[in-house]
């Protein structure tokens, strides 16, 4: 069986990285979203291995056993994609395809889009690439939502991270179910006065791809870090409107793919069907698009056998 194995990396951003690793070959670099980290791409990173490649699964910035800096301005989609970039030169990689899930995913875009010259491809799951938009987001978040929208609500400061570390056994229990496609179908929108976990409920059994051990493994890489770099990557949803004024409705280049669950709470997002169906305009060499029926947010882990042969395929056409 193939092994995972650990380590630090000195990324050529200035940050020590965590990372989780397997194989040897052409690099596959593996971005996790909120609230994951490494772990999340347990299945993805022995399959690769198994068929030739280099995978590497980094804890980002912020997240588990690569902690971050205490400033939130620190966590921009700049620094973010530098870390990426970083990564791929300190593992000896001229190129690698990179591959994004959640918050991972407009990481995975963004890099491809800043520097195609590090990307073979790119791999978007759950979170489509949408191009920069006229105006702040959280501005018009605030706007056609309104303050409940769990977006609005991480830009208080200390106050989601207070609520997800005072059980963090529950807060994954709750998230990874109830955005998976076994939970209920539900807008983020949090109550007023209230917190994300009352619109996350306590499952009655897990799904059958999350185990107590997966919730217990999360718990503990989590145990020195916490919530609050996490959440920061939202606090910089405006200044990454900001910073990419440069980028504004470039294209990607490299060649692109896209996974989604059918039943994943994004695609409910207001306009991000519309964003799906038109990514190519900005995507223009998406080769595929694969949306798995009766499959929530958590794609990778709550099909991981349909994910690799995608992710697979992708990588072998290239």
């Not at 630090?8 to 020590?16: M, T």
């Not at 195609?116 to 501005?139: E, N």
């Not at 029926?293 to 056998?305: F, I, K, L, N, S």
């Amino acid at each position: 069986m193939t092994e995972i194995t650990h380590r630090f990396v000195d990324s050529q951003s200035g940050l020590r990285m965590h990372v989780a690793e397997a194989g040897e070959g052409p690099l596959v670099l593996l971005l996790h979203g909120f609230p994951e980290c490494w772990y999340s791409w347990r299945h993805q990173l022995t399959a690769l291995a198994d068929a030739g490649f280099h995978a590497v699964a980094p804890d980002q910035r912020g997240y588990a056993r690569t902690g971050g800096p205490a400033d939130p301005a620190s966590y921009s989609i700049l620094h973010l994609v530098g870390d990426a970039v970083g990564l791929i030169e300190a593992l000896g990689g001229e190129r690698a395809v990179v591959v994004g899930h959640d918050w991972g995913a407009p990481v995975a875009w963004h890099t491809a889009q800043m520097r195609p010259d590090k990307v073979r491809g790119v791999v978007g799951m759950s979170v489509p690439h949408r191009p920069r938009g006229s105006r702040p987001p959280v501005q018009t978040m605030r706007e056609t939502i309104g303050e409940g929208f769990y977006m609005v609500y991480y830009q208080q400061p200390g106050v989601p991270e207070a609520e997800f570390e005072r059980d963090p056994a529950e807060t994954f229990r709750r998230t990874l179910y109830a955005a998976s496609g076994q939970g209920p179908a539900q807008a983020p929108i949090v109550p007023a006065g209230g917190g994300m976990l009352d619109i996350t409920p306590e499952p009655a059994e897990l799904p059958d791809w999350l185990s107590e051990d997966d919730v217990a493994t999360y718990v503990a890489e989590y145990a020195e870090s916490g919530f609050t770099g996490p959440v920061n990557w939202y606090r910089n949803l405006d200044r990454n409107w900001e910073l990419t004024a440069a980028w504004h409705r470039a294209p990607i280049s490299p060649p692109a793919l896209f996974i989604a669950g059918d039943r994943d709470a994004v695609l409910a997002f207001p306009n991000a069907r519309r964003a799906l169906d038109r990514m190519v305009d900005f995507v223009p060499n998406l080769r595929t698009t694969v949306v798995l029926p009766d499959c929530g947010h958590w794609v990778q882990q709550e099909r991981p056998a349909e994910v690799n042969d995608a992710l697979l395929a992708f990588l072998r056409d290239l």
